[in-house]
């Protein structure tokens, strides 16, 4: 998940950065919490009751168990100082578990495509579910959903796509639990056919957010850029700043969810070195004030303005450029 940052949202960066952690760890454990509970009862009443969507319901609730003790360890880590193996610090840990999450789900749902295909194949020995079945995906159904808006409003408090990504997993869940729900009301209706069809959609839709994750972090993990929006914000930021004459060669790539940027800035080619590094510094603070960006290397260049002679300064000395890092 991107986000759009404006000047009063990056007011509150430090504070949303030093809460993170505690953040995070917090809505993940009452994750925990709620999936315990769902799983074991999901389960258990799913082989009394004969559904064998409930028990797949179960199963993905029971992987959740999982992610969430990935996200707690990836949210651990990348919390810890830069260091001399890591000078740019740790974020991509959150990435690298947003990865492990995508295909923890994917490897779930193709494992549920299986087992409801199987079931599909020898019908005749589907048998007819108990109500209680219905009233136990009805109960996860609620639980999960109240557990995803709670899990995404903390997530898109502290600005982390690893835990924008756990809580749409829980509202995976609570859509499958919805498919659950009418396969057993089908089953109960007398057309048994429908608890393992339900069982089918709700893997094929595991599977495809898992892919979804993974693919996403993958990019992420190989220096994929900003959107353009984003990069527009930074440019006009940096254009904004006295003594940048203008700006090009932009470049950008994600760091978790910190942005590491390149660009280069030009400055009238008759001031001194010294003048150019501080209007590059000044340029830095500004970007690093209003987005969240973590390092930004400037590259001064020179230019000419069109209405002085130059001629004088490029015999004395041949143009180059220098660079500064934040």
Known sequence: MNYQESPQDHEDTEFSQAERAAAGSRSTWVSVVVNLVLSTLQIVVGVLTKSQALIADGVHSLSDLVSDA???????????????????????FETAASLVLGLLLLAVGLGMLWSAALKLEHHDTIERVHVTALWVAALALVAKELLFRYMLKVAQRVRSSMLVANAWHARSDAASSLVVGVGILGNLAGYPLLDPIAALIVGFMVARMGWSFGWDALHDLMDRAVDEQEVEAIRQTLRDTPGVSGVHDVRTRRMGDMIVVDAHIEVDAQLTVEAGHDIAVAAQQRVLKHHRVLTLMTHVDPWKRPDLDHAGAEAKAPSGSVSAQA
């Open 70 to 92: 990935v996200v707690l360890v990836a949210s651990h880590h990348s919390q810890k100082e830069a260091d001399e193996g890591h000078p740019y610090g740790h974020h991509r």
